[in-house]
């Protein structure tokens, strides 16, 4: 009985009209592959690093500062050379981009639930408390994300004793990188949730004394899963660049901790000296990373609209 289950749920998956959409679609094709592949790289970063750039014992500063391994001076030990602390710009870059997604994964994911949780309280209750986030989510949006990451950063910071910076930076750039996003969450949730509270099957929850949270969370909330889903993907894309944007300032993650936006900065200083690679490598990196996962939202954004099937 579960097989038959499972294999019809995967003949719904195979045969809908969003599978077949990505099957002929090469651009979401590549970019899903482009965007696994990071992912993976990122996340087996041990197993595939040719070194670790955390295990001191094994850098030497004498190996700072080496070209690429085809160029006139390089290691055949290190491919793409290495930063100014001879660590490894591909091991970093793989440590680098595992760093990254977690902060971009983690902060979506937290934007995610604060903006959804608003959204259908706001679109719900409505009244005052619909009018006070809304307005909130107003005066947020009249500033950059940014530059609300920079200050919730910079007043975390002046708040946690110095002593805990390194241990907690991580989790202060999530928070301030997440709660910088969730308005577009809330928004769109609460404009699905204004039409979805109205419909037939909602009010005869209503009628047999379904309570509003069960409501919300078994009715409602599938129901506006859809364009969430879409916001979520850019806004992965978007919050990658912020983290890159932060570390490049100096102010996300420690100049120890290696992440695409840290090596980007400590590149641009070797720059004009002729180091190119310590930042030409992680931004080509960061680009392609960021690209397609905005070419794979793009197509999400398109294959879950009904007017453009």
Same mark, same amino acid.
Request: aromatic share 10%.
């Given at each position: 009985?579960?097989?038959?289950?499972?294999?019809?749920?995967?003949?719904?998956?195979?045969? *809908?009209?969003?599978?077949?959409?990505?099957?002929?679609?090469?651009?979401?094709?590549?970019?899903?592959?482009?965007?696994?592949?990071?992912?993976?790289?990122?996340?087996? %970063?041990?197993?595939?690093?040719?070194? #670790? &750039?955390?295990?001191?014992?094994?850098?030497?500063?004498? !190996?700072?500062?080496?070209?690429?391994?085809?160029?006139? @001076?390089?290691?055949? #030990?290190?491919?793409? @050379?290495?930063?100014?602390?001879?660590?490894?710009?591909?091991?970093?870059?793989?440590? @680098?981009?595992?760093?990254?997604?977690?902060?971009?994964?983690?902060?979506?994911?937290? *934007?995610?639930?604060?903006?959804?949780?608003?959204?259908?309280?706001?679109?719900?209750?409505?009244?005052?408390? !619909?009018?006070?986030?809304?307005?909130?989510? !107003?005066?947020?949006?009249?500033?950059?994300?940014?530059?609300?990451?920079?200050?919730?950063?910079?007043?975390?910071?002046?708040?946690?004793?110095?002593?805990?910076?390194?241990?907690?930076?991580?989790?202060?750039?999530?928070?301030?990188?997440?709660?910088?996003?969730?308005?577009?969450?809330?928004?769109?949730?609460?404009?699905?949730?204004?039409?979805?509270?109205?419909?037939?099957?909602?009010?005869? %929850?209503?009628?047999?004394?379904?309570?509003?949270?069960?409501?919300?969370?078994?009715?409602?909330?599938? #129901?506006?899963?859809?364009?969430?889903?879409?916001?979520?993907?850019?806004?992965?894309?978007?919050?990658?660049?912020?983290?890159?944007?932060?570390?490049?300032?100096?102010?996300?993650?420690?100049?120890?901790?290696?992440?695409?936006?840290? $090596?980007?900065?400590? @590149?641009?200083?070797?720059?004009?000296?002729?180091?190119?690679?310590?930042?030409?490598?992680?931004?080509?990196?960061?680009?392609?990373?960021? $690209?397609?996962?905005?070419? $794979?939202?793009?197509?999400?954004?398109?294959?879950? #609209? &009904?007017?453009?099937?």
């Amino acid at each position: 009985m579960e097989q038959s289950l499972e294999k019809t749920r995967l003949q719904r998956i195979f045969g *809908s009209d969003i599978w077949y959409s990505f099957t002929h679609n090469p651009t979401a094709i590549i970019s899903a592959l482009v965007t696994l592949g990071l992912i993976f790289a990122a996340i087996f %970063a041990p197993w595939l690093a040719p070194h #670790n &750039p955390f295990d001191l014992a094994s850098i030497s500063i004498m !190996d700072g500062n080496l070209p690429p391994a085809w160029s006139a @001076g390089g290691d055949t #030990n290190f491919l793409l @050379g290495t930063d100014d602390q001879g660590r490894g710009v591909l091991s970093t870059i793989l440590y @680098g981009a595992r760093i990254s997604l977690l902060v971009g994964f983690s902060s979506v994911i937290f *934007s995610m639930v604060v903006g959804i949780a608003l959204g259908l309280v706001s679109g719900y209750v409505g009244g005052r408390t !619909d009018a006070l986030i809304m307005r909130i989510a !107003d005066i947020q949006l009249s500033f950059p994300a940014i530059l609300i990451a920079l200050l919730v950063d910079g007043v975390a910071r002046g708040v946690i004793p110095s002593d805990m910076h390194t241990d907690i930076s991580i989790y202060v750039l999530i928070f301030a990188i997440g709660i910088s996003g969730w308005v577009q969450y809330a928004r769109t949730v609460r404009g699905s949730t204004l039409v979805e509270k109205n419909k037939e099957y909602v009010q005869a %929850a209503r009628v047999i004394g379904i309570r509003p949270f069960t409501i919300l969370r078994r009715h409602i909330l599938p #129901n506006v899963m859809g364009p969430v889903m879409v916001i979520a993907t850019i806004h992965l894309a978007i919050a990658i660049i912020t983290e890159a944007t932060l570390s490049f300032l100096g102010v996300g993650v420690p100049p120890t901790t290696p992440s695409l936006g840290t $090596l980007i900065r400590i @590149g641009n200083e070797y720059l004009f000296s002729g180091d190119w690679w310590i930042t030409i490598f992680p931004g080509i990196t960061l680009v392609v990373l960021v $690209l397609a996962v905005n070419l $794979l939202g793009d197509w999400m954004r398109d294959a879950l #609209n &009904p007017k453009l099937r």
